[in-house]
């Protein structure tokens, strides 16, 4: 119940296409759906997060959807950069409680071709 | 510049020996986490830390051990019980539960056995 699965484990797009990212959890509690971007040897930095109350959120180039019914959200990278080539996790936590630990998804290499 | 800094960035442990990477943040947050990072899995949470003096074992605590003697810092000291810790060692904070910020993240240690 606590898990929260992340696919494709990697994904190569041309420069210009669009990167989407699929993760799946399962437990209902969960209120906060953050994802992070990875460069090698780098820590994750927060991309974009999204709460439930809402079906989509997006910010430049990134947008995340979320299908509550589905427990499911996704990450699409729109106008992909060989910049973005990086690795992607989601992540789902219970933010309002006391803890913020954070479950994350298994990750996604993206590699994005010139 | 606020953030977290972790040191050493590449660290070597001998068998049968006791290593401790260092986590030090000047945020102002008061909780604190240590995960580890393998090829191909998910980041796993190993301890955490809400407040000075007081912390809680997280999904793979057996062979690591840590201390919060001050807001700014949490080391996390590897064992030489924990038998394989070959791996990516990354540290976060996080402002208190209800201020809606999501963790951070430092650089990483990357531990290796000589």
Redesign the interface.
């Known amino acids: 119940q606590q898990q929260v699965k992340q696919s494709p484990q990697s994904l190569i797009v041309q420069k210009g296409g669009i990167s989407i990212i699929n993760c799946a959890y399962e437990n209902t509690a969960f209120d906060y759906f953050p994802w992070y971007q990875q460069f090698p040897g780098k820590g994750p930095a927060l991309l974009i997060a999204i709460r439930p109350d809402v079906s989509e959120k997006k910010e430049g180039r990134f947008t995340i959807s979320f299908n509550k019914s589905a427990k499911q959200f996704s990450l699409h990278i729109m106008d992909s950069q060989p910049g973005d080539s990086a690795t992607y996790f989601c992540a789902a936590s219970m933010f309002s409680g006391n803890t913020g630990k954070l479950i994350f998804g298994q990750g996604t290499t993206l590699q994005v071709k010139p | 510049d606020g953030g977290?800094t972790?040191s050493p960035k590449y660290l070597f442990r001998k068998e049968g020996q006791n290593v401790t990477l260092s986590c030090e943040q000047n945020l102002n947050h008061d909780?604190m986490?240590w995960y580890r990072q393998d090829p191909?899995?998910?980041?796993?949470?190993i301890y955490?830390s809400?407040i000075v003096n007081d912390f809680?074992k997280?999904d793979i605590a057996e062979g690591y051990s840590v201390s919060r003697e001050k807001k700014e810092s949490f080391p996390l000291t590897v064992t030489s019980a924990q038998k394989n810790p070959t791996a990516f060692y990354?540290c976060?904070s996080?402002a208190p539960?209800?201020a809606n910020q999501?963790?951070?993240?430092?650089?990483?240690t990357?531990l290796s056995i000589l």
């Open positions: 977290i972790q909780a986490y191909g899995q998910g980041l796993r949470l955490y809400q809680q997280g990354l976060a996080r539960a209800g999501p963790q951070h993240f430092g650089d990483g990357r």
